[in-house]
């Protein structure tokens, strides 16, 4: 699979608690490949976290560093990136996302609410009615996410060892001709 991909890097994106953290460490293990997160890579560069930046400096700066922490990343090769939830808002991340193959981690708001009602991590999900919140986000974002290479549905009860291996096997199906591959950012 490592010879297939070529190096080229891995982006999940979902929706917040569909899994792309817990997910993609274990795609990074099983490629051999290294693996961020976009959002620790923020926390981590700011000294904050993403529930402070949004409180003092609010969602559109967040977004920014969002999309520069994404350039830089997208300069390295071999990588499964976790992204932030709403890194699909931005058209310019898409120049981005587009440089490695984007696998989308469907999972229905049922399932994200479940595993995201006791977090109060989450800003955009400090909400009197977070389950409306998730299923609003889901609507407003599903066309983007769509944007995809590769969408893996994910069902009720499927662990993330499932999940990471029907990534694996998915990807040959929609691998990039070798002629389209990129040469860098
Ligand atoms: N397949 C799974 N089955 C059960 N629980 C899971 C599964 N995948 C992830 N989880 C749990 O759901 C929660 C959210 O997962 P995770 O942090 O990986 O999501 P995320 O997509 O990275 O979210 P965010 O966008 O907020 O960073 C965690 O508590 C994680 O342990
Ligand atoms: O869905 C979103 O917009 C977000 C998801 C998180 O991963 C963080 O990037 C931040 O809380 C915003
Ligand atoms: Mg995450």
Not at 87 to 106: A, K
């Amino acid at each position: 699979m490592n010879n297939l991909l070529k190096g080229i890097n891995l982006y999940l994106v979902a929706m917040p608690g569909a899994g792309k953290t817990t997910v993609g460490r274990l795609l990074a293990k099983q490629l051999g490949y290294g693996f961020i997160d976009t959002d620790e890579v923020i926390v981590k560069a700011v000294g904050q976290p993403i529930s402070q930046m949004f409180a003092e400096q609010g969602e559109a700066e967040f977004r920014l560093l969002e999309s520069k922490v994404l350039a830089q990343i997208c300069a390295i090769q071999k990588l499964v990136v976790a992204t932030g939830g709403g890194i699909i808002l931005r058209r310019e991340n898409w120049s981005y996302l587009h440089h490695g193959l984007v696998v989308w981690l469907d999972a229905a708001v049922d399932i994200l609410y479940s595993r995201l009602v006791e977090d109060t991590t989450r800003p955009l999900l400090q909400d009197p009615d977070p389950k409306a919140k998730l299923r609003s986000l889901l609507e407003q974002r599903q066309p983007l996410y769509a944007q995809a290479d590769l969408r893996i549905t994910i069902t009720e009860g499927e662990t993330p060892e499932e999940i990471s291996t029907r990534v694996l096997e998915a990807i040959p199906s929609v691998l990039k001709k070798p002629d389209s591959l990129p040469n860098g950012c």
